[in-house]
């Protein structure tokens, strides 16, 4: 049984940091682009960051760029989403998802997601 489990969330001050775990099992991780998502109460999904299945290849969406930090351990069958200078208005639910990178555009897997709060 596949799973992807996400850790890491809380309640944090408006300049603090969080790190956020994907856990996953039951596949082949190594095969795997992840992608955290995030979304708020009444907003859309929001695509925040990707890497590729080796860990070589990373994106970001603007709002994060220079605060977040994505990164993986292919050992440890786990993706790290390092956030800093956190805002307020990153306040959201965050999910991992995994697509493999040989059919990049269909999502195998999601995780239930990790609630994250930035107070002001």
């Known amino acids: 049984q596949v799973q992807l489990v996400e850790s890491g969330g809380g309640l944090v001050q408006a300049g603090g940091s969080l790190r956020l775990s994907c856990a996953a099992s039951?596949?082949?991780?190594?095969?795997?682009?992840i992608d955290w998502f995030r979304q708020a109460p009444e907003k859309e999904r929001e695509l925040v960051a990707t890497?590729?299945?080796?860990?070589?290849?990373?994106s970001y969406t603007d709002s994060v760029k220079g605060r977040f930090t994505i990164s993986r351990d292919n050992v440890k069958n786990t993706v790290y989403l390092q956030m800093n200078s956190l805002k307020p208005e990153d306040t959201a639910v965050y999910f991992c998802a995994a697509r493999p990178y040989y059919h990049a555009s269909k999502y195998d897997f999601w995780g239930l997601g990790t609630q994250v709060t930035v107070s002001s």
């Open positions: 039951g596949l082949d991780f190594s095969y795997y682009i």
């Open positions: 890497i590729s299945s080796d860990g070589g290849s990373t």
